[in-house]
């Protein structure tokens, strides 16, 4: 069974691999009772927001055994993936900027720690 840190670090690999933009990860130990930790990323199309998504459950499926539930990868705008411990929003990034949630999330409204390219 993976810690929240280790199913983080996966998690960020495989978005990563995936060339997901803009990746924002968020703390919620102590804030929040649904998960440790927040995740989001953009892709840059409604193909690849798809494509991140389906490969990152199917990576932890294959390499943690772990089941996770999907929404919206149908529509491709914004993907939500609950893998327990680490949620996970993959948005286009006009539907990102619409709903803001780094916003929502981060201690004082910054923007936050974003990985560089």
Known sequence: ML???QLLAHILASLDEDKAEEVVQIDLRGRSEMADY???CSGRST???ASISEKLV???KTDDG???KIE?????????????DVIVHVFRPEVRDFYQLEKM???GGHMGVREEE
């Open 66 to 68: 772990r089941l996770c």
């Open 72 to 84: 919206g990868k149908d529509t491709g705008d914004w993907v939500l993936i609950d893998a327990g």
């Open 47 to 49: 193909r690849q927001v």
């Open 105 to 107: 999330w981060l201690p």
């Open 3 to 5: 810690t929240s840190e």
């Open 38 to 40: 927040m995740v989001i």
């Open 58 to 60: 199917d990576r932890l």
